[in-house]
C-alpha cells in the first residue's frame, strides 16, 4: 500500500516570498500529480510528472524517484496563490492523495 | 478549453434516499473515475471506468454504490440507499489516456450531504 505524506501541514507566508512543499511516498510509482484545491473545493491539476523537473509560470515540480520524493515551489508568492496543494500518486489506475498542504499568503 | 462537468453542484438528501451525481467528461476522454473526499480528510479512489466496464475500485465501492455511462456522454454514480457517513465531495476526473501516462482533469466537484 502506497503512503503519500505531505510537509508542511499547514504554510503562511508573506507576499513576495518563495514557496517550497514536499511530498515524499512509500513505493514505486508511474507518476506523481501535484493538484490545487481552490477554497469553493474544486481541484485543478498543476502538474504530473515521473522525472527531473517540470515549470509553468511562477510553479517549479521537481521528483526524485530515487529518494521517493517531491517538491513544489511557488516563486514570488501571491494572495492568490493560497489554497490547498495536494500531491497524489499514480499507479496503473488510481491516484492515491497525499493529506494537502495548506498555503495561505498574506499581502 | 475542455472541462469537465458535475451536476448537481450541491445535494441535500434524506438518509435512506437514492442519490445519482452525473459527470459530463472531455469528450475524446476514454478513462472517468469517481473519487471523494469527506470533509477535513484525504481525497480518496472510489472506482475506475474504461470500456464501459469497472477496471479497478476501492474497498469503499460497495454495493450500495454503482457506476454508468448511459449515453455515451454522461458518466454517473449512483448510491442506492445514502447513509450519514456518505456525507463528502464527489469528484469526476476523466483522462485521455490511463496507466502510467495518462493526465487527469476533474471537474469542480458534487457536495452531498445526507440528513
Known amino acids: 500500500k502506497n503512503e503519500v505524506e505531505q510537509s508542511p501541514q499547514n504554510l503562511t507566508a508573506q507576499e513576495g516570498e518563495f514557496i517550497t512543499i514536499n511530498c515524499s511516498y512509500s513505493v514505486g510509482i508511474s507518476a506523481l500529480h501535484w493538484l490545487q484545491q481552490h477554497p469553493g473545493g474544486g481541484i485543478v491539476s498543476l502538474f504530473m510528472?515521473?522525472?527531473g523537473k517540470k515549470k509553468h509560470g511562477r510553479l517549479i515540480a521537481t521528483i526524485n524517484i530515487q529518494e521517493k520524493h517531491s517538491s513544489l515551489h511557488i516563486t514570488a508568492s501571491h494572495p492568490r496563490d493560497s489554497a490547498v496543494y495536494i500531491c497524489a500518486v499514480k499507479g496503473a489506475q488510481k491516484l492515491v492523495f497525499g493529506q494537502g498542504t495548506r498555503l495561505t499568503i498574506n499581502p | 478549453e475542455p472541462e469537465v462537468t458535475q451536476t448537481p453542484s450541491h445535494q441535500v438528501t434524506q438518509m435512506g434516499q437514492e442519490v445519482i451525481l452525473r459527470c459530463v467528461p472531455i469528450s475524446n476522454h476514454l478513462y472517468f473515475y469517481w473519487y471523494r473526499q469527506i470533509l477535513g480528510q484525504k481525497v480518496e479512489f472510489l472506482v475506475s471506468?474504461?470500456?464501459?466496464?469497472?477496471?479497478?475500485k476501492s474497498e469503499i465501492f460497495d454495493d450500495q454504490f454503482s457506476v454508468e455511462r448511459p449515453d455515451g456522454s454522461n458518466f454517473t454514480l449512483k448510491i442506492r440507499s445514502t447513509k450519514l457517513e456518505d456525507s463528502a465531495m464527489y469528484f469526476c476526473?476523466?483522462?485521455?489516456?490511463?496507466?502510467?501516462?495518462?493526465?487527469?482533469?476533474f471537474g469542480e466537484g458534487s457536495r452531498l450531504t445526507v440528513l
Open positions: 510528472l515521473s522525472s
Open positions: 476526473a476523466s483522462g485521455e489516456a490511463g496507466g502510467w501516462t495518462g493526465e487527469l482533469f
Open positions: 471506468f474504461y470500456n464501459n466496464e469497472i477496471s479497478e
